[in-house]
Structure formats: structure tokens, C-alpha cells
């Protein structure tokens, strides 16, 4: 648990150049938000996503790309056929937060039976624990502050752009946008945390 924003971003169209155009879109917003960091935009495959290795830098980037589906009790990990994505580091302290869309296959096989995902459109789910950002060692309150509301800003966005599906914020600033209850649940949360 902790402060977490959880994200998904859907883009309905399945032409590849559309869906590349909205990740650079956001990848171009990202680059005027107080990000520690901004990585260029990528590409890969299927291929490339399961061969990449512990070590490889894109490995988290890779990890969230890969949805879920559930069927019958059970959750299956679908690997997209292609993403088109960008990492972030929104400060010292805060987990890497990945953006993009990907494009996944209509079934998959699991134990000989073929399992329909519903994933037919550009798409991606991730999150960020933010929460670590406010350790004293790394900025504290301001520090987090600064990492969660770069978030909620690219997500704003995203929104403009038309390609923002849900939002769970943890911390509720996303529903609420309470910047001094923010504050100061941070501050209750680096108490006990």
C-alpha cells in the first residue's frame, strides 16, 4: 500500500502512427513538467520485451507494460505485440513512472486452450508509488509534492488529449485535488512509514 497513483491511457484507434503521435504528444508535455527526468520515446516488440534481460534498463518499462486479463477466477499476463513508450523519474526517492501505449493480442494460449483478452485498442495501465518521495533523506513533503503533482499534471494531459481512460490516486488529490489535505496525509504517512 502508500501513496500510489495508478493510471490507464487508451487510444481507440488502431493505426500505430496515431498512437505514436499521442505518446510523443505526451512525451513533449512531459519535458515542461518539473520531471527529474524524461527518457525518449521507444519502441519494441514482443520479441524484445521477453528477451530483455535483469539488467536491461528498459526492464521495469517492459515489466508494466504487460495487462492483465482475468477469466474464470484466474489472471493471465498478456505481453503487448508493441509499445510505444517513455519513462519518467519524477524525483529522488519516487518509483519510475512509465507512459505509453501498447498494442496486444486479441487471444493467447494458456495450457492448450486459447483465451480471448478484450484488449483490442492502444493501450496501457501502470502506477507510481510516490510515497517513498517524501522520505526526509530524499526532500521530504516537498519533494513528493513536487513528484505526485507532475504526475497529475501529465495525466491532465493526457486527459486533454483524449487518451486518458481511469485514474486511482490513493492519496484521493486526483478526485479531490486538495493540495493541503495532500500535504498533510504525506506527513501522517512519513510518520509511520
Not at 500500500?1 to 508535455?29: C, F, K
Amino acid at each position: 500500500m502508500g501513496l500510489t497513483i495508478h493510471y490507464e491511457l487508451v487510444e481507440p484507434s488502431r493505426v500505430g502512427g496515431r498512437a505514436r503521435q499521442r505518446v510523443e504528444e505526451l512525451r513533449e508535455h512531459a519535458v515542461t513538467l518539473p520531471f527529474k527526468l524524461v527518457g525518449h520515446v521507444l519502441e519494441a516488440d514482443h520479441v524484445e520485451i521477453k528477451n530483455a534481460g535483469r539488467d536491461d534498463p528498459r526492464r521495469w518499462l517492459f515489466t508494466q507494460s504487460g495487462r492483465y486479463v482475468r477469466r474464470n477466477g484466474m489472471s493471465y499476463q498478456v505481453t503487448p505485440f508493441h509499445l510505444i513508450a517513455f519513462s519518467t523519474c519524477p524525483g529522488d526517492g519516487c518509483e519510475e513512472a512509465n507512459f505509453g501505449l501498447a498494442v496486444y493480442p486479441a487471444t493467447i494460449r494458456i495450457d492448450g486452450r486459447t483465451i480471448r483478452t478484450g484488449l483490442s485498442s492502444w493501450s496501457w495501465s501502470s502506477f507510481c508509488k510516490t510515497q517513498y518521495a517524501a522520505r526526509p533523506e530524499v526532500g521530504g513533503a516537498a519533494n513528493f509534492l513536487r513528484c505526485h503533482l507532475a504526475i497529475v499534471r501529465l495525466l491532465d494531459f493526457a486527459d486533454t488529449l483524449g487518451i486518458l481512460g481511469e485514474v486511482q490516486d490513493e492519496s484521493d488529490y486526483w478526485e479531490q485535488r486538495d493540495r493541503e489535505a495532500l500535504t498533510h496525509q504525506v506527513g501522517s504517512m512519513a510518520l509511520v512509514g
